[in-house]
């Protein structure tokens, strides 16, 4: 079963190969680039991103602009265990500024960076080149580390930040995080039992271009290599569990490569 991945896929792939491009060609003199909210049909909108902390950190980070260029925000690592929650601004229509807090409400860290031309970047509806690269640095406010991220636009939905997933009928955002986060920890460490149970069957799954029928675990445990190959553990590993994209069909794990439902089941695995 494959859930409308196809064109999320190509715009994902798209990103993703230009933020690529970009690190290796364009980074030295990345121009910046107007991104106002409040000139496009955007504006109390969530503009979901996806990218890199470091060189080794998968980061999704939520913004919803409002008037005046204040942000809230959201964002999460394929590690957390919760959402660490974001209050900023943009200044000049390019600059990001974004700032987290401890549990006592003192500032803990922040973000700063600027959106980034990227005439390249694949388009969608309702969104412009302007808006759809973020580079720039994260730093620790106690010690002063300083880390760089780098992030590309993955999609615009309506809905409240702090409940992406009701277009797909769910009523619980975090019992559907950590479905998936269990799901994902179960493939990472090869606990196979976990992962027959997060499945909900029966499941069709595309194999050598057959597409077969998974109608129990046990049906899944003696497929179970040929399914979750060495490639497909690396794109679940390199997913984040939260803040996912989600829409009427269910919840989406990274690229398209899982998804679920409602109730954090897996009804789809999408292997390239």
């Known amino acids: ?20 491009l970009l690190f290796t060609v364009v980074m030295p003199t990345m121009a910046h ?35 005046g260029g204040k942000l809230e925000g959201r964002y999460a690592n394929a ?12 200044e ?58 780098e ?17 797909a009928g769910v009523n619980d955002d975090e019992a559907v995080n950590r479905a998936a986060t269990q799901f994902r920890k179960g493939v990472l460490d090869d606990r196979r039992d976990v992962v027959a149970q997060s499945i909900r069957y029966p499941l069709h799954v595309s194999l050598r271009g057959k597409t077969i029928i998974l ?3 046990k049906s899944l445990l003696a497929r179970y290599n040929e399914i979750f190959t060495d490639g497909f553990v690396r794109t679940i590993g390199a997913a984040v569990p939260r803040l996912m994209f989600a829409r009427d069909q269910g919840v989406m794990l990274g ?6 439902d409602a109730a954090g089941r897996v009804i789809a695995l999408n292997r390239s």
């Not at 409308?4 to 190509?10: E, L």
């Not at 615009?156 to 997933?165: A, N, S």
Request: charged share 20%; glycine share 8%.
């Open 33 to 67: 680039a107007d991104c106002d909210p409040s000139d496009r049909n955007i504006a109390n909108h969530v503009m979901t991103y996806s990218g890199q902390l470091g060189e080794r950190n998968p980061l999704r980070l939520v913004l919803r602009p409002t008037s």
């Open 255 to 260: 690229d398209g490569a899982v998804w679920f």
């Open 215 to 217: 109608r129990n675990p």
């Open 79 to 90: 590690s957390s265990q919760s959402d660490t929650q974001l209050t900023g601004k943009l």
């Open 151 to 167: 992030l590309v636009l993955t999609s615009i939905q309506t809905g409240k930040i702090d409940h992406l997933y009701g277009v």
């Open 1 to 20: 079963m494959r859930i409308a991945t196809r064109r999320v896929r190509q715009r994902s792939a798209t990103g993703l190969s230009c933020l690529a």
């Open 92 to 149: 000049s229509k390019s600059h990001l500024h974004l700032t987290e807090f401890d549990a006592g409400g003192m500032p803990r860290a922040t973000f700063e960076g600027d959106f980034s031309s990227a005439d390249n970047v694949n388009r969608q509806q309702g969104a412009s080149s302007s808006c759809e690269v973020i580079s720039g640095q994260w730093k620790d406010l106690r010690n002063g580390r300083s880390v760089p991220f």
